[in-house]
């Protein structure tokens, strides 16, 4: 069962804020939300997490929904090399025997800047 | 700056061949993993370690083992390499034993021929 629902693919502007959702309505009361994205050819890369509180680091925002069903991640100025496969993963933050500790990614969405 | 490497980008090996996929981190991280990927099937967890010497099943180890003999290396091995596992390999590591935040090497493109 998919655990996260997200677009197949998005185009942005250059210098524009890209926006990409996500659907987790069956997110837990112990699971975070987890972006990474891959970049052609290198290996996927973190970017931000949250359990139900907006974020923000340098490289994003991740907006999360007072009911926790659906969140957004926001590049506030997004430039080419902002061009890859963002991933959104429902993941338990909790130590445990061993059932935890693998990102389970899915197909992503596709993002492309345009010039 | 925390750093995954991976022994080789590209590798061809024929059908039956063993196969050795390294992987090395500088950050002195406690757990270890080896994932593929595939097309239309995202990353998929093979193995992973959370100390040196044990490792733990992941969700596709069919026909891969793996080894850690020291905390900085974990060692994918394909002891009969067949064309099914032509795939993108990809190692990461993580500081925490809940793996949050996991730093991914370059991944090894392996094709059996």
């Known amino acids: 069962d998919a655990k996260t629902t997200q677009p197949t693919s998005m185009d942005c502007a250059e210098g524009r804020a890209a926006n990409l959702p996500c659907n987790h309505s069956?997110?837990?009361?112990?699971?975070?939300v987890y972006w990474y994205r891959q970049i052609h050819s290198q290996g996927p890369q973190y970017i931000i997490h949250?359990?139900?509180n907006n974020e923000t680091n340098e490289m994003a925002s991740l907006i999360i929904t007072e009911d926790r069903k659906s969140s957004t991640l926001i590049l506030p100025h997004a430039t080419l090399r902002d061009t890859a496969v963002y991933y959104c993963?429902?993941?338990?933050?909790?130590?445990?025997?061993?059932?935890?500790?693998?990102?389970?990614f899915g197909t992503g969405t596709r993002l492309t800047i345009i010039p | 700056d925390v750093k995954v490497t991976q022994s080789s980008r590209y590798l061809v090996k024929r059908t039956g061949e063993k196969v050795f996929l390294e992987c090395v981190q500088d950050?002195?991280?406690?757990?270890m993993f080896w994932y593929r990927q595939d097309p239309g099937l995202g990353l998929r967890l093979i193995y992973f370690?959370?100390?040196?010497?044990?490792?733990e099943k992941g969700d596709i180890p069919e026909g891969y083992s793996v080894s850690r003999e020291k905390k900085e290396r974990f060692s994918l091995i394909l002891e009969s390499a067949s064309t099914n596992q032509t795939s993108m390999y990809l190692c990461?590591?993580?500081?925490?034993?809940?793996?949050?935040?996991?730093?991914f090497g370059p991944g090894t493109r392996l094709t059996v021929l």
């Open positions: 990461a590591s993580s500081l925490d034993r809940a793996g949050n935040e996991q730093f």
């Open positions: 069956t997110i837990s009361g112990n699971e975070y």
């Open positions: 949250g359990l139900k």
């Open positions: 993963i429902v993941k338990s933050a909790i130590e445990s025997n061993f059932g935890n500790e693998k990102l389970t």
């Open positions: 950050m002195d991280h406690e757990n």
């Open positions: 370690s959370y100390d040196v010497k044990m490792k």
